[in-house]
């Protein structure tokens, strides 16, 4: 690990007695997070890697007493308190790339489904993460048990945040009202998709645009945009509109900052198919469609930046990795991973920099120490 990540988790607490620590935790953290890169998918994997690579190790730490056993790695790692590693991660995260005016950052939760232990009645691990849309970096982590428990996973993300001047942009299991006011609160705007858990509030917005739409907007003031994608026989056009009209809404004094609502048409042909999907939102941004559509379109890349790399790149869904806090560490530390192959410059595709990473220990130097 650069010396700027050993910085940051320096405050990392080490729950291990000084004779039990014949590994150092730094020492063990840099072979994980090396190994990780470097494709390593389990405990056996991660030692077999630190035993092939000791040497190029030591040019970076001591490693006197050579590489721990794979029980020695899992138990570490297992026993760590993972609200420590979030705070150490977003600590390190803000240092790479402080969030800016305008940055949209997308919070979304995955489910780590290879983490379910049915003989032990344990739930798969499901991490609510925040993607920083134009760094194309994960700032931070909440881990739960559950998806219902997004609802409190989120709030407590947020906080360590630095949301100022920053849109927030959340599904509709996030669209609270202290939610909303806890984004505003930090200084950040927000859009919210709105679905069923508000379900007065949706059919009225969702009501208001079919009426404006029959009418083609026509003494609506409002603000709209389109926009077409074609590539490789797929056609989709996504049409914004957004407006400050809430006069038709009933209670919008409980939501802070409440500005505008918003509706989002995605319609796409692949082949002779058609498709047709419409959303609608509220947001504290003020009634401008290219502002709003990059909102959401920057909320849609958490999917594919984020969630399809964990899945296809890092085979997260595949591992069954289940000790103790095991799971959440280390979907933290392949979000760290995420980080790191992001700062490194090169037009390389993620499959093909982990690739290189272990092949060549010169690569990884750089992707690890810049």
């Known amino acids: 690990m650069s010396a700027s990540i050993l910085e940051h988790f320096s405050s990392l607490p080490d729950f291990r007695v000084d004779r039990h620590k014949l590994y150092p935790l730094p020492e063990i953290l840099l072979l994980v997070v090396c190994a990780v890169l470097s494709s390593a998918e389990g405990w056996e994997a991660m030692e077999e890697f630190g035993k092939e690579k000791l040497d190029w190790l030591r040019k970076f730490a001591p490693f006197a007493n050579g590489i721990p056993s794979h029980d020695c790695i899992a138990t570490v790692i297992s026993r760590l308190r993972p609200e420590a590693f979030q705070r150490c991660f977003v600590s390190w995260t803000r240092a790479v790339a402080e969030a800016t005016g305008g940055e949209v950052v997308a919070v979304d939760g995955k489910s780590a489904r290879g983490s379910r232990d049915r003989r032990r009645g344990k739930q798969a691990l499901h ?22 428990n997004e609802i409190t996973a989120i709030p407590k993300l947020l906080e360590l945040l630095e949301l100022k001047g920053c849109i927030v942009t959340i599904d509709a299991m996030g669209c609270q009202t202290k939610i909303a006011a806890q984004i505003v609160d930090q200084g950040g705007d927000d859009v919210l998709g709105l679905k069923g858990n508000q379900s007065t509030l949706h059919e009225e917005v969702e009501e208001f645009f079919a009426t404006a739409s029959a009418g083609d907007f026509a003494g609506v003031v409002h603000d709209d945009a389109e926009e077409t994608d074609k590539d490789h026989g797929r056609l989709e056009v996504r049409r914004y509109w957004v407006t400050e009209e809430l ?20 319609e796409c042909w692949i082949e002779d198919r058609r498709t047709v999907e419409r959303r609608v939102f ?20 958490i999917e594919n930046r984020l969630h399809w790399r964990l899945d296809v790149v890092f085979d997260e869904d595949a591992s069954r990795i289940r000790k103790g806090n095991a799971p959440a560490i280390l979907t933290s530390i392949r979000h760290l991973c995420l980080n790191l192959f992001e700062q490194e410059p090169s037009k390389l595709r993620l499959t093909q920099k982990r690739r290189k990473a272990a092949w060549n220990d010169d690569y990884r130097a750089k992707v690890v120490f810049g």
Not at 134 to 141: D, S
Not at 282 to 301: E, L, Q, T
């Open 127 to 148: 991490m609510v993460s925040a993607w920083g849309c134009r760094n194309r970096l994960v700032l931070g982590q909440e881990a739960t048990e559950e998806t219902s």
């Open 247 to 266: 006069s038709t809404l009933s209670d919008t004094a409980r939501w802070s900052a409440l500005r505008s609502i918003g509706l989002v048409e995605r």
């Open 282 to 301: 509220i947001n504290s941004i003020p009634a401008d469609a290219k502002c709003f559509a990059h909102a959401v379109r920057g909320h849609w890349g």
